[in-house]
């Protein structure tokens, strides 16, 4: 299983980056994927959470309303569209699935190996 990101890069602040994720070797399917942020000395935390069958979304609060997920199934890729970006977003995001509650958190069978979203002030 291989998950591909791609999209990351440098924008400044209120401006707006899509990131995709595009799975091979499996597919989305019967999952419930997820992305992930992690900034320097912080953990990692779910930014968004999406169950492929039945497309209900969740997100956490620092990002609702300015983040969204959505699909490509026929690509098997799934996208985070980040609206409004504030410097606090800055880090390196990675797409996961096949997520599991896991002691206090959200994990993953299967991550990405993650892009960096640089927002400038």
């Known amino acids: 299983v291989q998950l591909v990101e791609s999209g990351g890069g440098l924008v400044q602040a209120g401006g707006s980056l899509r990131l995709s994720c595009a799975a091979s070797?499996?597919?989305?399917?019967?999952?419930?994927m997820g992305w992930f942020r992690q900034a320097p000395g912080k953990e990692r935390d779910v930014v968004g959470r999406?169950?492929?069958?039945?497309?209900?979304?969740a997100y956490a609060d620092s990002v609702k309303g300015r983040f969204t997920i959505s699909r490509d199934n026929a690509e098997n890729t799934v996208y985070l569209q980040m609206n409004n970006l504030k410097p606090e977003d800055t880090a390196v995001y990675y797409c996961?699935?096949?997520?599991?509650?896991?002691?206090?958190?959200?994990?993953?069978?299967?991550w990405g190996q993650g892009t960096q979203v640089t927002v400038s002030s």
């Open positions: 996961a699935t096949a997520l599991y509650w896991y002691g206090n958190n959200w994990s993953a069978r299967y």
């Open positions: 070797g499996r597919t989305f399917g019967g999952d419930i």
């Open positions: 999406f169950n492929w069958n039945s497309g209900i979304a």
